[in-house]
Every structure is written in structure tokens, then in C-alpha cells.
């Protein structure tokens, strides 16, 4: 299973360093090392979130998720988005965009490609700030089978009762992040942190409104089955939202990764190569992580993936005004998701320990 897995990533990992050689040198094959590795370790939490998602989606949509997900993770958002951005916010032509990042030296009104990018941060770290920190609110605040950090999640629970919490103190960090982090770019704050909450709520509903029928409809296809009536596919429909969905969470977590990628390099192909591997050892890890039912095993790691995500939420926004170094976001999600390994390995020890007790005792 592991090297079908990660068979691909694999072999994209040895044809792009060796391109990386070919083309740039040592000089190159190390930059796109580093960036595959920087990629990894920012996004490490987001395939333990993918895995939440993905194990809902059947073998099929799995499969488009590593395939065409992969196609669009990495030509998409480590490639076009950033132009897209780049112009949109510069309020630049589309050839003067792609001359500049053909052109890593050259300026347009005394700014580099990375320069416009990096100036762009404010209405990406908005959009991005807000749609994470939806996710966040919305798994502490709602009910779970587990709780790891009960002191915490409890209260919160009873708090999440309330209609719409989570999108009113989104809101209110988002005026908040304009007000302290923002002064000079407030509008596009808002503007751009709004529509992140627009797009969270636009996809994560329509998921869910398919989501709900999907036992019913199941029903129904079985008996559709029996009786040779064509069947409705509205489970697919429910897995493309999903697949949606799963998308722009990655894009979400890829923000950081772009634009602090080029304070180690100027060349966009480079950038794309290597967060392009990383990003593909993402995909391959969610998979497995669902196929394998780790989340299953270890109930506290989703829990250190949300925790990891509201951490990465808030550095987002206080990112607008404060440079946080990718290192930090990236150790602050590893140390979550760690620490959440090693209390699901003492809860799965203690288990164990009490059902052995009781079958000793049993046997007596």
C-alpha cells in the first residue's frame, strides 16, 4: 500500500530534482530540494484535515483528488494564482504579469515580480486568515465523539450552540486584523477576508446539502439496482463539492508557502517545481492516511490538525503587518500534530491496558 501510495510521489520526486540539475545545476537541484521540503512541512497539518474530507469520497473521487487535484494544486495555485494575483491586485495586464515572472530581474514601476507578490500579502493572508480560521471554529465549537484538550473543547462546545458563531468571530477578528495589522491597506483587508468567509460558506454549504442525502440516496440506488431503474448519481455531485472544497483548502494552505518561497528563489519555475513535489507528497500522504484509517487509530489527530490550522489562521492575519517566519508556522504545525500522536498512543496504551484487565478478570 505504502508504495502505491507513494509511488508517484516518488518518481515526480526523481524527475523533477534531476530536471532541477539538469537545468539550474547544484545551485538549482538544492533550491527545489529546499522548497519540496518547506512545502512538506508547512502542510503537513492540511493532509491530516484532507484525510477528514477524503475518506467521505469514494475510491473514485480519491483518485481524481491525486490525479487532477495534483494537476491543479500545482500548475493552479503555485503557478497561475499567484499571476492571477499578481495582476489583479497591481492592476497589471496579463503580459506584463508573465513577462515579469519570466523575467525574475526585471521591473515594471521599479518592482520585481516577488515584489509585487510580496505586496499583494495583505489581501492573501486576509483570504486565506478567514477561510482557516472558519475551519478552526467550526470543529471546536461543534460536538465530538473524542475530546483531547476537554478543559477547553467542552465549554466551547456548549458556546457553539449558538447560530452562526463561528462566522460572527471570524468577522470580528477580520475587523480586527483591519484595524491593528492593516491600517494602510484596510479595504482590501476586509474585501479580501469577506470573501474568504463567502467562499467557505458557498462550498462547505453546498457539500453539505448534498451530504445529506447521500444514505437515503444510497438506499435508493440499491433498490434501483434490484429493480433495473437507472441510478441518480447525487453522491457525485456530493464528492465534487467536496473535491471543491478540498481544493481551496489546499489553496488556503499553499498562501504562505508562495510567497515566502521567494525569499529563497526569484525563478517561478523553480517556486512551482518545488512546491509542486511537496505538494505531491501532501495528496499522497492524505491518501494513505485514509486508506490505512489512521484518523481511526489515533482520534487525537485530527484535533492537532485544527489546532495546528487556527494557529496558522492567526499568523495569517497578524502576518499582515509582522513577517513570521515560514519555520515557526511550520515547527507550530508539526508540534501540534505530534503532540496529539503521542496522547492518542497513551489513550490506544490505556485502552488496551483496561481491556486486558477485564478479560483477566473475566477469566477468573
Do not use: C
Request: glycine share 10%; proline share 2%; aromatic share 10%.
Amino acid at each position: 500500500m505504502f508504495l502505491r501510495t507513494f509511488g508517484w510521489s516518488f518518481a515526480i520526486t526523481a524527475i523533477g530534482l534531476a530536471a532541477a540539475g539538469l537545468l539550474w545545476g547544484a545551485q538549482g537541484f538544492g533550491i527545489v530540494l529546499i522548497l519540496s521540503i518547506l512545502e512538506i512541512s508547512l502542510s503537513f497539518d492540511n493532509a491530516v484535515v484532507n484525510a477528514t474530507v477524503l475518506k467521505r469520497m469514494n475510491p473514485y473521487w480519491q483518485k481524481i483528488f491525486l490525479t487532477v487535484g495534483v494537476l491543479i494544486a500545482v500548475f493552479g495555485m503555485r503557478l497561475v494564482f499567484p499571476l492571477l494575483v499578481v495582476g489583479l491586485t497591481a492592476k497589471l495586464n496579463p503580459a506584463t504579469v508573465i513577462d515579469l515572472a519570466l523575467h525574475s530581474d526585471k521591473t515594471h514601476d521599479g518592482l520585481t515580480y516577488g515584489q509585487y507578490l510580496a505586496a499583494a500579502n495583505p489581501a492573501i493572508a486576509a483570504f486565506g486568515g478567514v477561510f482557516l480560521l472558519m475551519i478552526f471554529l467550526d470543529f471546536v465549537f461543534d460536538e465530538k465523539e473524542h475530546n483531547w484538550l476537554g478543559w477547553l473543547e467542552r465549554p466551547l462546545e456548549k458556546v457553539g450552540k449558538l447560530d452562526a458563531l463561528s462566522s460572527v468571530v471570524a468577522l470580528v477578528a477580520l475587523v480586527l486584523a483591519s484595524r491593528f495589522f492593516a491600517a494602510e491597506h484596510a479595504e482590501t483587508v476586509l474585501l479580501a477576508g469577506v470573501l474568504g468567509l463567502i467562499t467557505y460558506l458557498a462550498v462547505g454549504g453546498l457539500s453539505s446539502i448534498f451530504e445529506s442525502g447521500l444514505e437515503e440516496e444510497a438506499e435508493r440506488e440499491e433498490e434501483a439496482e434490484k429493480s433495473g431503474k437507472p441510478i441518480v448519481q447525487v453522491a457525485g455531485k456530493a464528492a465534487f463539492f467536496l473535491f471543491l472544497y478540498l481544493e481551496v483548502l489546499d489553496a488556503s494552505f499553499s498562501f504562505d508557502g508562495v510567497v515566502g518561497a521567494f525569499a529563497i528563489s526569484n525563478d517561478i519555475f523553480q517556486i512551482t517545481l518545488g512546491l509542486g513535489i511537496g505538494a505531491m507528497y501532501i495528496r499522497s500522504l492524505t491518501v494513505f492516511l485514509v486508506r490505512k484509517g489512521t484518523l481511526d487509530d489515533y482520534v487525537y489527530l485530527e484535533h492537532g490538525a485544527h489546532y495546528a490550522i487556527g494557529a496558522l489562521a492567526v499568523i495569517l492575519l497578524v502576518g499582515i503587518k509582522y513577517h513570521i517566519p515560514e519555520i515557526v508556522t511550520g515547527l507550530i504545525g508539526v508540534a501540534f500534530i505530534g503532540l496529539a500522536l503521542a496522547s492518542s498512543m497513551l489513550r490506544n496504551r490505556r485502552e488496551g491496558s483496561a481491556e486486558e484487565k477485564e478479560l483477566v478478570g473475566s477469566g477468573q
